[in-house]
């Protein structure tokens, strides 16, 4: 077998913290998904990620709070205007705190997201905010997953008890969707400048996507300073037009994801690496961050996604333990032992 020795090098230098440029990741991205060089590159980057954080890791949540046939139309969602099966359905106060507690009661969850549609009503995001604050461990972030925001309403939610901003421009932004990229980006940077920290993520990769696109992707989170990366591929979700396009295998989605975390070598602050769907072949290859979900999800036509695609917090902890982690990072940045006897604790 012939080994592609520029992979070896790349490689030993990201072991000693030298990250990849945008040449060599996409020389690694050409690598096809069963080589022997693609192999190594999930396996640097499994080791490397694990070095940097003492071989901990993360989960974070997602509480979907309202859903309604969603204006972005985006192809691959679920909510989507044309595509969607589902009305409008808004989650009362008292199970937006259960599900709080549900989650994030002993203090494991590192984030909390709040979801919403692209249009939100900003009042009743708050309130979810609110209600979520209020319940969650004060070492637990509170993040929002919502639509395209100005500077001042960030800088409200930052008041009413906000940490962290997932948004992301995606993949295919503007062509698959009816969101204008540049509004996407300046929503990260509004969101910034209110002093939130930014989670991002290479999403929804479909078999389409080339190097490039995908680099453009990796290099915005580097340039964002993303307390989270990742990446997610696209789900052929029933009813979308992407039901029957088909998909990237998780061998490839892992070695896109290695390559995320080789290239995020390049920040200061070395950021979270969230694998979506959660899978032991990501745990492998880089990934260290894995989310439970409940209520509405954009992959999922269920009303609650808990009783579909979605995890409980305790799966998240055996999943994590099953692919070798050995402590929890909280979103308070302070670990606990990852064990089978505290996990049988944390259940009860
Ligand atoms: S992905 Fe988000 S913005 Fe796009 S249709 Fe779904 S809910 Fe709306």
Redesign the pocket.
Known sequence: MKFDHKVLDILSKAAEDVAPTREECKRLLALGEATPEAFAVRAAAGAIVRGKNENAAYIYGQIGVEVEP?E???SF?A??KDYTGFGRVRMDDASIAQRTHEFTDGGDMFGLCVMT??KYDKDFFLHAVDIARANAPSGTRIVSNI?DTDYEAFAEMKAAGLDSVYHVCRLGEGKY?KLDPKDRIRTMENAKKAGLDLLDTLEPIGPEHGADELLDNIFRTIEMECLVAGAMKRTPVPGTPFENTGSITDLRLAQILAIVALAMLHLKRYPAILIHEPGPMGLVSGGNLISAETGVN?RDTAADTAAGRGLDVDACRRMLHEAGFTALCRGDDTKVALTPEYIEAARR
């Open positions: 969603c972005a139309n985006c969602c909510f989507s549609m692209h639509g969707t954009p």
